[in-house]
């Protein structure tokens, strides 16, 4: 960030400020559901892109978005237990999960585009180990949560109350990146992806920061998994786990730009307003015309804006206040 | 039992070698543009499409319907290159993948609203071939000689013509071959251009064996990956030995346990050998 940080600090103040009042204008319902989306798919991007943005790109994510989910769900189905402990189980076991995977890959070296194919395939076998275990979780059918109210449950027939809830993830999500930023964790994990060889000579341990950063990030993505399966209350491998979900986080957080606390919040923005736009305005006739368009939009997103949206907007900015001091 | 086993085992080297010939198209094209065609397995489900829409709305006799499929799979490579690969030549690997990532939700949505959610196919009744307690489908037998063929003349294609030479040596050297005078922007549209044909033909062979719908592709893109890997990406003979070797080990659990198991397994195997051995079961290490 080459502008002062009085001005970004006001902007980041303004945005969240919209964010929590937004509700309050809100006309209908529809309109708190799509924002609710939203911010759900912003927290998880917004994890998502701590990893990436330091060169760890994963694309497989909906490994600890699919354990996320279908833990707590499980769990309150069969046994009753609440969806808190759900979600601290659920986190647990990505983290774990993720500890193990994460220190493979590390161990053995993987950077780069083998490590975001590897990542890719491990999303691919949760989903198919989820489909496999169909006496338990209903195969490829999906599962529906049992349906309840109240705080010990995390149901609420009040959708303002999940807006509000996954709003206070999400603010976690972007307090955390700050902390990050200010961290010695972001000037090692900068200085491992400029070369590992290097840092590790300086005497930063590779493995450990790496591994920080993804357990971090597990953990926060399996909580989203949990919102999600709390918010929708029907979770299905092919929509929570595997390749699909794993490359639409992606897409919202690299859309939006990565590298900026914003650009995850932007992309999702972004992303689920015009799957929804196309799909009220298009699926009355054909069933798939919005995707395609969709599709065509993503394309030409990602060829023209390979920054991300935020990326270009404050790379220009920043442009204007350099030509503006000289 | 053991039959069983037997017949999974010659059905996994029959499929081996319609495998061996996708993985063969992602191969060179990752040999030569350096790019992942995330979507190729949905380039086959288009292929099939092609081929069923000229056999049953043009009433076209089906081998001229599948010289049909083919020229234009090998027409839309072409268009693949020019409209997505060619302006994230320079961009970094992440976009790229991304870009055919979203051609994928294009490719499948679009065949949704073209031809239906359906499965579709081209009823042809195939003998079955029995040696003693074994039977063995002559579609897939078909199937297999014909991409061993196809194979051989890819093979004499890279290396007895110049334009083989020449997509060869952009795979080795991109700037020595500019330097040669070779035009790199040519060869990709040549590449691109075989590739596509190629999942026209796979497409072609699997006619008699398999019906289509929109998702059909997404299974075979994720088996040519794992096949590519194993034997080494960029690595053409690799590939064409652990086709056979993914063929069998997932014909051979499907029969033993279930069909996601299998895919589970050439998955875990896939990423075993990136971790272990990333060069792939024949090649040098870097």
């Known amino acids: 960030m080459k502008r002062n940080s009085t001005t970004s600090k006001l902007i980041m103040g303004g945005v969240l400020l919209v964010i929590a009042a937004a509700p309050l204008f809100a006309e209908s319902e529809y309109l708190i559901h799509i924002g609710t989306l939203i911010l759900l798919w912003a927290f998880v991007s917004t994890a998502w892109a701590y990893m990436a943005r330091f060169g760890l790109v994963s694309l497989g994510h909906g490994v600890f978005l699919g354990i996320g989910a279908y833990i707590p769900v499980l769990l309150f189905n069969y046994y009753g237990i609440s969806p808190w402990l759900g979600m601290l189980a659920g986190v647990i076991a990505a983290v774990i999960i993720a500890a193990i995977l994460g220190y493979a890959c590390f161990r053995f070296g993987l950077i780069g585009d083998y490590f975001a194919l590897v990542t890719l395939a491990m999303a691919e076998v949760v989903s198919l180990a989820i489909v496999a275990c169909r006496e338990i979780t209903g195969g490829s059918l999906g599962c529906t949560l049992k349906a309840s109210e109240g705080w010990a449950d995390l149901q609420f027939d ?16 972007l307090y955390i990146w700050r902390r990050i930023d200010k961290s010695r964790m972001r000037l090692a994990l900068t200085a491992i992806e400029e070369s590992e060889l290097a840092a590790a000579s300086m005497g930063v341990s590779v493995i450990r920061f790496k591994m920080g950063i993804t357990l971090l ?15 929708v209350t029907y979770i299905n491998p092919g929509t929570i786990s595997g390749v699909g979900v794993s490359l639409s986080t992606c897409f919202k957080a690299i859309l939006g730009g990565m590298f900026n606390i914003f650009g995850p919040l932007a992309g999702s923005a972004i992303m689920v307003s015009l799957e929804e736009y196309f799909r009220v305005s298009f699926d009355t006739g054909f069933l798939g015309v919005s995707e395609v368009i969709f599709g065509i939009v993503l394309l030409v997103m990602i060829i023209f804006l390979p920054r991300g949206i935020v990326g270009s907007i404050s790379k220009w900015l920043n442009k204007r206040f350099d030509a503006a001091r000289s | 039992m053991l039959e069983q086993l037997l017949m999974a085992f010659i059905n996994g080297i029959l499929l081996g070698g319609v495998l061996a010939l996708l993985a063969f198209g992602l191969n060179l094209i990752f040999g030569v543009v350096k790019i992942i065609h995330m979507a190729y397995g949905q380039f086959v489900m288009l292929g099939f499409y092609f081929i069923y829409y000229f056999y049953t709305a043009w009433h076209l006799p089906l081998l001229v319907a599948m010289a049909g499929g083919i020229i234009v799979m090998g027409l839309l490579g072409m268009l693949v290159q020019l409209l997505i690969i060619n302006p994230l030549l320079d961009a970094p ?13 294009v490719l499948e949505n679009l065949a949704q609203v073209v031809w239906g959610a359906d499965y579709r196919g081209i009823p042809i009744s195939m003998p079955i071939i029995q040696f003693g307690d074994i039977f063995i489908r002559s579609s897939y037998l078909l199937a297999f000689l014909g991409a061993i063929a196809t194979l051989g003349i890819l093979y004499l294609f890279l290396h007895k013509t110049y334009f083989g030479l020449a997509i060869r040596s952009v795979a080795q050297d991109v700037e020595m071959a500019r330097g040669m005078g070779i035009n790199p922007k040519v060869i990709y549209y040549i590449t691109l251009a075989a590739g596509g044909a190629l999942t026209g033909v796979v497409a072609a062979f699997f006619i008699p064996i398999y019906t289509v719908h929109p998702h059909f592709g997404a299974s075979f893109t994720l088996m040519a990956f794992v096949i590519v890997v194993f034997g080494g990406m960029g690595n053409l003979l690799g590939g064409f030995i652990s086709a056979f070797i993914i063929g069998v080990v997932t014909s051979i659990t499907a029969v033993l346990a279930s069909t996601e198991v299998a895919d589970i397994l050439a998955l875990v195997m896939f990423i075993l050998m990136m971790m272990v051995r990333p060069q792939g079961i024949l090649g040098a290490k870097a």
Request: proline share 0%.
């Open chain 1, 217 to 231: 990030s597990a953990g926060l993505t399996a909580m989203g998994g949990v919102l999600y399966a709390q918010y």
């Open chain 1, 158 to 173: 009040d959708k303002r109350y999940f807006y509000y809830i996954i709003f206070a993830f999400l603010l976690l999500a």
């Open chain 2, 93 to 105: 690997r992440l976009n790229q993948l991304l870009a055919l990532a979203s051609l994928i939700i």
